[in-house]
């Protein structure tokens, strides 16, 4: 499956964004899809991730109450809504996919979009 996220860019302390992960060649259906995030000088972290069926969503606790993972099978799309924004949610973000029945491991994703970088200014 190739994937390619999009929507990120310059927002206030405060403000939210939507990026979106479309999703091309093979069933998207099949995939539990995640975002993680990194950080100039940091890891790859772990940030949501959604179910097949998109039943069930998981979420860092750095996001959770933050962020929300829908997802929209017909359309092949995944999104990450994240709203009341920080300066430490500046980071390149990155959707992915698996079928690994672990989440929150960057190492059980083997695909992966080119990024999308999001700036949020104090």
């Known amino acids: 499956v190739q994937l390619q996220a999009s929507g990120g860019g310059l927002v206030q302390a405060g403000g939210s964004l939507r990026l979106s992960c479309a999703a091309s060649?093979?069933?998207?259906?099949?995939?539990?899809m995640g975002w993680f995030r990194q950080a100039p000088g940091k890891e790859r972290e772990f940030v949501a991730r959604?179910?097949?069926?998109?039943?069930?969503?998981w979420y860092a606790d750095s996001v959770k109450g933050r962020v929300t993972i829908p997802r929209d099978n017909a359309k092949n799309m995944v999104y990450l809504q994240m709203n009341s924004l920080k300066p430490e949610d500046t980071a390149i973000y990155y959707c992915?996919?698996?079928?690994?029945?672990?989440?929150?491991?960057?190492?059980?994703?083997?695909?992966w979009g080119q990024g999308t970088l999001v700036t949020v200014s104090s």
């Open positions: 992915a996919a698996s079928m690994s029945p672990f989440h929150s491991r960057a190492s059980d994703y083997p695909y």
């Open positions: 060649g093979d069933s998207f259906s099949n995939y539990k």
């Open positions: 959604i179910s097949r069926s998109g039943s069930m969503t």
